[in-house]
């Protein structure tokens, strides 16, 4: 990846899954432009790697590591009370974490793992945050979506895939909702100054889906010898989290680091609603 101009010294940003794969790369670029990042990953062994390593490239010290398992809304609320407790300004939310399962399993909180992570992360950990990022504007909000969401329809009336779970409809399902949730919190947030967009990074070549037993782990690596590199894939979330180009653009779908259409589904605007009021209600905020 190309060395960044941009400059964001004096700016905060929150990635979330940044210790691997394209929220890796992301972090190491934005550090490289002078961010002071907030990275929350899972795992403490590889987050405190991931900050070494961000430091030793970038010579950058601002980068903080803070720890929580997304598929916890109990973890959500503390690393965003946390936060919140530094008193820090928020300029970019970079929601990045993500997960494949092929078989269906439930979160501490009851629900299916592929929306818990993959949605109703984004969700909660931006409507706690929401304020502090309307207080440091501009500011932006970045979700990491997929084409996947091509694959997935919204079926409210079994959104956890306990009637009819599948790999391809779960997470197609998850990557949609990603782009609705984008679309209507844009729409809230007309005239703020905080923007919220959603990308494609491309298929890469990460971790996604290891997580699936021997299968995954065979599958991945071959696939990936046709796939995005993660410094590729990583492109478009460093852009829309950074390039002054994309200033002021608001409730937008990138695939290349340019503006493109998504689905049709995805500008239903009445399941953008439903959505939203469902996930609020999941969650207990944000109604």
Same mark, same amino acid.
């Given at each position: 990846?190309?060395?960044?101009?941009?400059?964001?010294?004096?700016?905060?940003?929150?990635?979330?899954?940044?210790?691997?794969?394209?929220?890796?790369?992301?972090?190491?670029?934005?550090?490289?432009?002078?961010?002071?990042?907030?990275?929350?990953?899972?795992?403490?062994?590889?987050? #405190?790697? =991931?900050?070494? #390593?961000?430091?030793?490239?970038?010579?950058?010290?601002?980068?903080?590591?803070?720890?929580?398992?997304?598929? $916890?809304?109990?973890?959500?609320?503390?690393?965003?009370?946390?936060?919140?407790?530094?008193?820090?300004?928020?300029?970019?939310?970079?929601?990045?974490?993500?997960i494949v399962n092929l078989r269906r399993e439930l979160t501490v909180d009851g629900?299916?793992?592929?929306?818990?992570?993959?949605?109703?992360?984004?969700?909660?950990? =931006?409507?706690?945050?929401?304020?502090?990022?309307? #207080?440091?504007?501009?500011?932006?909000?970045?979700?990491?979506?997929?084409?996947?969401?091509?694959?997935?329809?919204?079926?409210?009336?079994?959104?956890?895939?306990?009637?009819?779970?599948?790999?391809?409809?779960?997470?197609?399902?998850?990557?949609?909702?990603?782009?609705?949730?984008?679309?209507?919190?844009?729409?809230?947030?007309?005239?703020?100054?905080?923007?919220?967009?959603?990308?494609?990074?491309?298929?890469?070549? =990460?971790?996604?889906?290891?997580?699936?037993?021997?299968?995954?782990?065979?599958?991945?690596?071959?696939?990936?010898?046709?796939?995005?590199?993660?410094?590729?894939?990583?492109?478009?979330?460093?852009?829309?989290?950074? $390039?002054?180009?994309?200033?002021?653009?608001?409730?937008?779908?990138?695939?290349?680091?340019?503006?493109?259409?998504?689905?049709?589904? $995805?500008?239903?605007?009445?399941?953008?609603?439903?959505?939203?009021?469902? $996930?609020?209600?999941?969650?207990?905020?944000?109604?």
């Amino acid at each position: 990846m190309k060395q960044p101009e941009t400059d964001l010294s004096g700016k905060t940003a929150m990635i979330t899954g940044a210790s691997s794969g394209i929220g890796r790369v992301t972090a190491l670029e934005l550090a490289r432009m002078g961010a002071h990042l907030v990275l929350v990953c899972r795992s403490r062994e590889r987050g #405190e790697e =991931t900050v070494r #390593e961000i430091r030793e490239k970038t010579g950058n010290d601002q980068v903080d590591l803070m720890l929580a398992d997304l598929s $916890s809304q109990k973890a959500i609320r503390q690393v965003a009370a946390e936060f919140l407790a530094r008193n820090l300004p928020l300029h970019v939310l970079l929601n990045n974490a993500g997960i494949v399962n092929l078989r269906r399993e439930l979160t501490v909180d009851g629900i299916e793992a592929t929306f818990a992570v993959n949605h109703l992360a984004y969700f909660l950990l =931006t409507v706690l945050l929401l304020n502090r990022l309307k #207080e440091s504007v501009p500011a932006r909000i970045v979700n990491v979506a997929s084409d996947a969401h091509a694959w997935g329809t919204m079926k409210f009336d079994d959104l956890g895939g306990e009637r009819n779970y599948g790999l391809r409809q779960s997470y197609g399902q998850s990557k949609l909702a990603n782009i609705l949730f984008t679309y209507e919190l844009a729409r809230k947030l007309d005239g703020t100054n905080v923007a919220a967009n959603c990308l494609h990074p491309g298929a890469i070549g =990460t971790g996604l889906g290891k997580n699936n037993g021997l299968l995954g782990r065979i599958i991945v690596p071959i696939v990936g010898l046709v796939l995005k590199t993660p410094e590729q894939g990583a492109r478009t979330s460093v852009y829309l989290a950074s $390039s002054p180009d994309v200033e002021g653009v608001n409730g937008k779908y990138y695939v290349d680091c340019r503006e493109v259409r998504s689905s049709a589904e $995805s500008y239903d605007q009445g399941a953008a609603r439903n959505l939203w009021e469902v $996930s609020a209600k999941m969650t207990g905020v944000g109604a």
